[in-house]
């Protein structure tokens, strides 16, 4: 696993590291950056806005569940597609926007809504919420939008999964259930490389926060984790959330690394 402290891009006389920003500041420098064309790096959080078409999509599950989830699809398919699962704070409008920017990129994305509709109010309800879910379902959901964008006739086929905090264990059990070509985690919860499956079959990334119980410790050696099909593991000096804009542990610099890392992950994974 490679341990890194991504270097902090500086705009004019300030740091890109916005943690210490208003939402409203951080949404006014991204327009802002926009508006002269600046692509500096490049999050989501930092790429050009031009909005995709969302479509608000409806499916049963296998197991007889009602599952809605926002669709962005293309100008120009068929493509390769991503299955983004949400954290405690829901299907927020910083994971619709890693949905849009995927569709700029040439995926198609699908944010399954976990909490059915529910807003969160705050971080501890949404940790009550997420605690709650009732397992066998969310994993019922989480497999049958994997099928559904498989088979989905904009799509190639090929369909890899992007997940944040606790979201990331259920997509990561979905996406080895389903043999999906490729799953990238954002600071998982899981404290110990134990709660991972022993035998991954399908090539994973992983972007940790700076916890000292991150999810995968540094030890044993990395190539311990390469070996179970854990391929690419990074950590940042950053909290968790860091890839979030609207949280105030949100970090640029090592929002834009980790992003750079995924895209070019999936487009080894999915685009050959």
Wanted: aromatic share 10%.
């Amino acid at each position: 696993m490679e341990v890194e402290r991504p270097l902090k891009l500086k705009i004019g006389n300030c740091h890109s590291h916005t943690s210490g920003f208003s939402l409203s500041r951080r949404r006014a420098l991204r327009l802002a950056l926009a508006a002269v064309g600046g692509f500096i790096v490049a999050g989501p959080a930092f790429s050009h806005p031009r909005s995709r078409k969302f479509q608000h999509v409806q499916i049963t599950t296998d197991g007889g569940h009602r599952s809605r989830a926002v669709f962005s699809d293309l100008d120009n398919p068929p493509a390769p597609a991503v299955m983004l699962v949400h954290d405690h704070w829901g299907a927020s409008a910083s994971v619709r926007w890693v949905a849009s920017e995927l569709g700029r990129q040439g995926f198609l994305a699908v944010v399954p809504d976990l909490f059915d509709g529910r807003v969160v109010e705050n971080e501890s309800q949404g940790r009550r919420w997420l605690a709650d879910l009732d397992a066998n379902r969310s994993l019922d959901v989480l497999t049958s939008w994997t099928r559904w964008l498989k088979a989905h006739f904009y799509s190639t086929g090929r369909v890899a999964t992007l997940a944040w905090g606790g979201g990331c264990d259920w997509s990561l059990q979905a996406s080895i259930r389903e043999n999906v070509a490729a799953a990238v985690v954002y600071y998982p919860e899981q404290k110990s490389a134990r709660d991972f499956p022993a035998d991954a079959s399908v090539p994973i990334m992983g972007h940790l926060d700076e916890r000292t119980d991150a999810a995968i410790p540094t030890t044993p050696a990395p190539a311990t984790y390469a070996a179970k099909g854990y391929e690419h593991w990074y950590q940042y000096s950053a909290k968790a959330g860091f890839a979030d804009f609207i949280r105030p542990s949100f970090d640029a610099s090592a929002d834009a690394l980790a992003w750079k890392r995924t895209l070019a992950f999936l487009n080894q994974r999915l685009k050959r």
